[in-house]
């Protein structure tokens, strides 16, 4: 059986590191605030380039304290437009609702499954303030042309960097493309925690001491509360093992790519489509590919012994929770969403699981 994802094998590549980090914050006495934490924080804006790094509690936290604290300094007011993928994960969406702004969904490309950057200016108003550009499947979605659409406007570009850890854009890494990004560490993510825990990188000083400070109850002195906060923190231990796990990423991922790049020159079957290569840089989180008849192609693996996923098996505005948007029609999003099917990619996976998967799927008819 060729697992999807395990969890179990991938914090079993370093189980004794881990395992010393962990017994060492629970020796240490220090749980929450300390140096275990600053010290990922450093190694992780180091990493990815930039100035400062906040972490929090989780993703959505990450995208929703950025949100938030544009907000309380000025540069963001309720019923702003924010323009970000149809297709993306909901968290992306959720922050943006919660923070009482307007989501204005602009379709993929059917090819890349990013943001179709050709559709962006059509979707600008008077009340647009930012994009969020989302790196899905840990695939690179920024381009020249939607930073030059931000420049022109003087509109924020938020990156969603869930999905894509370590993935580069001309040399620099996503989450230092733009004003301000998101990440989260999730376990299943190519950096994972063992829980919970998130962060939001910037080069902007004011904006992370804001998203600090609302991560912190809004209290940015011990017992003074500058705004209504919410209590969002990344504790010790994750950041232990977070510590330990980031030393890997580039390694992980670049064994990630070996297996991503074997399906993207073996795949041939007419039947299946993958998404265009963007270039050799994504980290391929998710390997998705296309096919019409999704779900007997997913019984089919999985009766020949490999299990694969959907991301994702409903579209944001088809949701109840977006009930408002129901009868809006996004068919490329709905096409994706109908077709697509997650095959198992990870650091975990030799060639010749790879070389499995290619065949059964060379010969599904
Ligand atoms: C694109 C995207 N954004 C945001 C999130 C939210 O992250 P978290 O689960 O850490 O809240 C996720 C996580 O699954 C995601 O895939």
């Known amino acids: 059986m060729i697992e999807y994802l395990s969890l179990k094998r991938i914090t079993a590549m370093h189980g004794d590191e881990i395992n010393k980090a962990i017994s060492d914050v629970v020796a240490s006495g220090w749980y929450l605030n300390g140096s275990t934490v600053l010290c990922l924080e450093e190694r992780y804006r180091t990493y990815i380039g930039t100035q400062h790094c906040v972490s929090c509690g989780n993703g959505l936290d990450a995208l929703h304290l950025i949100l938030r604290a544009y907000k309380e300094l000025g540069q963001l007011h309720d019923g702003d437009e924010i323009i970000v993928p149809a297709n993306t994960y909901i968290a992306t969406i959720l922050a943006i609702t919660e923070n009482n702004l307007t989501p204005v969904l602009v379709e993929p490309d059917i090819t890349t499954l990013e943001i179709d950057d050709s559709r ?207 009868a809006l029609s996004f068919p490329i999003t709905e096409h994706i969403h109908r077709e697509e099917l997650s095959i198992p990619c990870n650091q975990t996976m030799s060639l010749s699981d790879a070389e499995q998967i290619v065949t059964l799927l060379n010969n599904f008819h």
């Open 120 to 326: 962006i200016e059509a979707a600008l108003t008077s009340r647009t303030r930012a994009i969020m550009l989302v790196h899905l499947y840990g695939r690179c979605a920024y381009t020249e042309r939607i930073s030059n659409i931000c420049k022109q406007h003087k509109i924020k570009l938020i990156e969603d960097n869930a999905q894509a850890h370590g993935c580069t854009y001309n040399g620099k890494l996503t989450g230092s493309l733009g004003d301000a990004a998101a990440h989260s560490f999730y376990p299943g993510k190519n950096l994972g925690a063992l829980g919970d825990a998130g962060a939001v990188t910037t080069n902007d000083l004011e904006l992370a001491e804001t998203v600090r400070t609302l991560g912190n109850y809004g209290s940015s002195h011990k017992y003074v509360f500058d705004y209504q906060g919410k209590n969002s923190r990344m504790d010790e231990i994750q950041a232990a093992v977070l510590n330990v796990k980031l030393q890997y990423l580039d390694e992980e991922n670049a064994r990630r790519k070996e297996i991503a790049h074997y399906f993207e020159q073996h795949i041939k079957n007419n039947r299946i489509s993958i998404p265009t290569v963007l270039n050799r840089d994504n980290v391929y989180h998710i390997f998705p590919i296309l096919c019409a008849e999704r779900d007997r192609l997913q019984d089919f693996l999985k009766e020949n012994g490999v299990q694969t996923m959907i991301h994702y098996p409903i579209p944001p505005h088809k949701q109840k929770a977006y009930k408002e948007w129901n």
